[in-house]
């Protein structure tokens, strides 16, 4: 199967938290943590969220660098009804990056029509077990010219991508507060029943940002 490399991006509390149970996620980590992620974003092709995130934090997800990227990344939406609605901060930067919304080829066409009306670029692919098919996503992605993504949550889509064993790469920004159970997770339900069947990871690296520690992981198994 023809993909990109995906690399997640997670940041999150000590106990893997993405945000509070009312949503709050702003900001978990540290100035120099955010200015990280910045630079990933200038290096990819492609940042990708689910619908969830892009409407709990209506996002911009533009990388902001000094200096900017040559090219900003395309911004995708995984929305499995394209029921987002066009409206927003990812709407109003359409000028400075593509927005492209990858819901079900059989989801509502005119809500799907509507977004295009917007500016907005969809494609339509296979349902998987949970929202689309998420490999179908990473192909339309290729077809698209995307050769690295940069996924940024949330919690739904990381799982997703992990039960799918498509993520190549980890890189984890974790911040030194405590969120507890009923905190959003950083990676949602991935039903697994044995220990031995949980994805193993190998540290490539581990670096101080200010009160954060970032650390890059690839797959091992
Ligand atoms: N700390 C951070 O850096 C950070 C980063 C990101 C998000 N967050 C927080 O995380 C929360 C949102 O996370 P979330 O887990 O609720 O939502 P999410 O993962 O962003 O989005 C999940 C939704 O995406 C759609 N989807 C389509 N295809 C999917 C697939 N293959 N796998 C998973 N989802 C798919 C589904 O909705 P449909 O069925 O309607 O398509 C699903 O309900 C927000 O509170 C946000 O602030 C924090």
Redesign the pocket.
Known sequence: MNRPHVTL????SLDGR??TAA????W??GEAARAQ?QKLRAETHAVM?????????DPELLARTDPPPRRQPIRVV????F?FSPSGRLFDSLDRATLLI???ADGDKSRREALEAAGARTAGVSR???????EA?LVALWDHGVERVLC??????????LV?EVVDRLEW?RAPIVLGAEG???V?PLALTQLSQASRWRRVALRELGPDIWESYERVS
Request: aromatic share 2%.
């Open positions: 991006k997670l940041a999150t993405i945000a949503g709050e996620s702003r978990i980590t992620v969220i689910g619908v969830g995130t892009a409407r709990a934090d995984l929305d499995t009804e029921s990858i819901g079900a998987g077990p949970v929202g689309i098919d998420a996503a940024e949550g949330g919690g739904q889509l990381a799982a997703s991508l799918a920004f959003r997770p950083g949602g």
